[in-house]
């Protein structure tokens, strides 16, 4: 569809008339949740109309006004007709005369809202202070198209004005902007009139402004740097909660002086704060100068929080930074280019955590987690190209996903790589001096990176993009050293038609000959079908293509290869990221009928004596799959695939132990958990026995030491998941309730999914939709339950006879919701639940959700076309292994 066609279908406003800059009045009740508004647009206008159409969703507009700048009078023109569009989210205001083309105009509307509990919006948020006390917060989160749930508005990327933002409020309230206060009037009656800084030109859906009982703790970047000046850096939380916020800032100092020397501008801000909130949708939201965060992606306890949080929080905190240059400063033309913004950021998150903590080696752990995410969904028919054509709003949230997060963000590692760091950077400050506080498109980038190294960037890059899917390669060994490599696109299911097979993607092959043997091959790039490739003499027979998984795509090799990368691996041949992939491809196109799922066991066979936390998260990740799909098997394959795990895992069970040391390494710390949670679910007799120990030491003895907080949720889901019954479901509920950081409250609230009885699991489906479970806390809840083989088909039952509480509860937020029905369906592996499906939403409203269910379904056509080819294919490697009993 070529770009011009696009824009014809966007619904998008007129053209009439744009706003250059507006004067926004708020007066919030926090007792009635609701609010009143006043606003003074200054407007161009382009076309003669009497009529302007401005976006509002559940807005009352009780008056509207114009005044014709150009005639130098104070008359008001009073609008004579208000006429609202509730399907498009519109408002047009009709006026009794025509204003003519070429001048300006002041609009002035007066208008009341709600201070809704949806996540969206102008809303409001609840918790529990320290003395057990509920207090409420008011917060907004405009992304995608809701600021015009707070100010009827131009809201749209494109139509950036400048912002005036006063708020009236009580006077013992914090009350914060985008920018910095300028002046605090006290009014009487307990109120007081805070006026903000003139914002930089910037979209509505960056706009922001929060009122609440807020502490907070502060530091200021060094400054200095191209002509920077130290800037304000502040983490905000409900008061008394403040100090958690210390790892934050001193991540959020780096990150901001560190992308300024990056990419080449200073932060335009005076100040940028950071806030934890408690109710909140996303994990994070960019909003210029003030960035809202969930809890548990900003408040890092040293005591009682546990590393992975802490993992999270640095990156969460780099990528929200990483926005206020790509995506604030610079932003999408329209929604079809979100990937500029999402994909960037998650490119950048990770570029300056690896710079903050190399040890983390933070680049590794993107390979198993964002890549692999990326190219699973990639590899379903109902995917979408990262840049998607975006029409109507209720599509909008469906592209919020791993394809624009985490394929954007790989396609940016393959070009980094290609390109070098030195003239990617280079071309990144380009594409942003150029665009600076204004809007650009994918192609905008291309031909900032073509003219800063000299390729061609647009013509290898446009298919990564605007194509869906990626491609495997098939590598045949013909004549000595030659190698037949064909690409075609990759597809879970295995099946592909000639009209599906249409692109030629460009491939950087990244061939590896091993450490001895250097060769300009490493630079071959496949740009058409089929290339013949010719190896140079070496010491060894070894090769690999795609080294440092840098590439997107995978690696189809004949088994006999396969065998030999598995030597490979245990004779140290294969680096870190190597290893991951190898698995990842091998596992991947065992799904898809390319290879045999028992070749895939046979090469993790060969990983026994793996000691690194990303390989084994990966190891752990494919052979949870398979049990995922196999669930419903008989029970001795389902028990032989658990041996086989614990066979693996045990070994080093013994070797890292239980206790962990301030000396200890992160990425040690990672593994301790996760071999820890490995052998606990494959049924290890020493590993249930020792958690059960540790957590009648935690519960009844109140022995705090006996269950670090990295092991306290693995504990729980071993517990339950091992005879755990009324006693153990009880305490664990209790630790939900009492717990102070999010992350051991989210810890024990997916703990309590792991129930095996009937009853108890029917409490956790209760509880999980319960008033105690923050809305946005419900996909952990489901996430477990889905997890647990014995909760799966009873959580599907539950939201279908809930569907009518959960849909209203939770649709306003599309993209949790989308979420949501993934948590309930996508593990399933029969035709029939596929039937099932189909029939229950055949007469229910999808909007919004649509692309979610159409993957979800896909996915479980793919589970059960793999089981019914695979099954018996694994029961005869169980059985000649002796893992079938």
Known sequence: ??????????????????????????????????????????????????????????????????????????????????????????????????????????????????????????????????????????????????????????????????????????????????????????????????????TPLMSTYLVAFIVGDLGYIEAYTPGGRIDCEPISIRVYAPRGNEQYGEFALSVAIQALEYFTEVFGIPFPLPKCDMIAIPDFGFGAMENWGLITYRTANVLFDPIDSNVETKKNIA??????????????????????????????????????????????????????????????????????????????????????????????????????????????????????????????????????????????????????????????????ESAPETLIIKQCRFLSSGVISPDEDTTIWWVPLGVDLGPDNQSDIKSSVLTKKEITLKLPPRNSDFYQLNARKTGVFRVNYTPERLFKLGQAVRSGLLEVNDRIGAIADAAALATSGYGKTSNFLSFIKEFEGEDKYVVWREINSRLINILNVWFEQPTPIYHGLQTFNRELSSRLVSKLGWEYSESDDHLTTLLRTLIISIAGGANDPDTVKEAYRRFNLFTKQNDESALHPNIRGVVFKIVLSHDGGDEEFEAILRIYRESKTADQ???????????QRDDLIQRALQFAISEEVKNQDVISAFASLQSNPKSRRQLWNFVKDNWDLIHERYINFLALFGNVIKRCIDLFSSEDDIVDIEKFFSNRDCKGFERSLQQSIEKIRVNATWLKRDSKDVEEWLSANGFLK
């Open 315 to 476: 990156y969460t905190v780099s990528h929200e930074i990483a926005h206020q240059w790509f995506g604030n400063l610079v932003t999408m033309e329209w929604w079809d280019h979100l990937w500029l913004n999402e994909g960037f950021a998650t490119w950048a998150g990770n570029f300056a955590v690896d710079k903050f903590f190399p040890d983390w080696d933070i680049w590794t752990q993107f390979v198993t987690e964002g890549f692999q995410s990326a190219l699973q969904l990639d590899s379903l028919r109902s995917s979408h190209p990262i840049e998607v054509p975006v029409n109507d709003t209720s599509e909008i949230s469906q592209v919020f996903d791993a394809i624009s997060y985490y394929k954007g963000a790989s396609v940016i590692r393959m070009l980094n790589s290609f390109l070098g760091e030195k003239v990617f950077l280079s071309g990144i400050r380009r594409y942003l001096k150029l665009h600076a506080f204004g809007n650009a498109t994918t192609d905008d980038l291309w031909q900032a990176l073509s003219t800063e190294s000299g390729n061609d960037v647009v013509q290898f890059m446009t298919g990564w993009t605007k194509m869906v899917g990626y491609p495997v390669l098939t590598v045949q």
């Open 745 to 755: 409250k989210l810890e024990a609230l997916s703990g309590l999914g792991f129930a």
């Open 1 to 198: 569809m070529s770009k011009l066609a696009s824009q014809d279908k966007r619904q998008m406003l007129p053209t009439n008339v744009r706003p250059t800059h507006y004067t926004l009045t708020l007066t919030p009740d926090m007792v009635n949740f609701t609010f009143i508004g006043s606003e003074t647009v200054n407007i161009n206008i382009s076309e003669n109309t009497k009529i302007i159409t401005l976006h509002v969703n559940e807005i009352e507009i009780n008056s509207a006004k114009i005044i014709n700048l150009d005639l130098k009078t104070s008359k008001s023109c009073e609008a004579t007709n208000i006429n609202y569009d509730t399907q498009k989210e519109t408002v047009t205001l009709t006026f009794p005369q025509e204003f003519s083309s070429g001048t300006t105009a002041s609009l002035h509307i007066e208008y009341n809202g709600i201070l809704n509990d949806k996540m969206v919006g102008f809303y409001r948020s609840s918790y529990e202070d320290k003395n057990g006390n509920t207090k409420c917060m008011i917060t907004t989160q405009f992304a995608a198209t809701d600021a015009r749930r707070a100010f009827p508005s131009w809201d749209e990327p494109a139509i950036k004005a400048t912002f005036d933002i006063t708020l009236i409020v009580p006077s013992d309230m914090t009350t914060l902007s985008n920018m910095n206060v300028v002046s605090e009037t006290q009014l009487g009656d307990g109120k007081k009139k805070v006026k903000f800084n003139r």
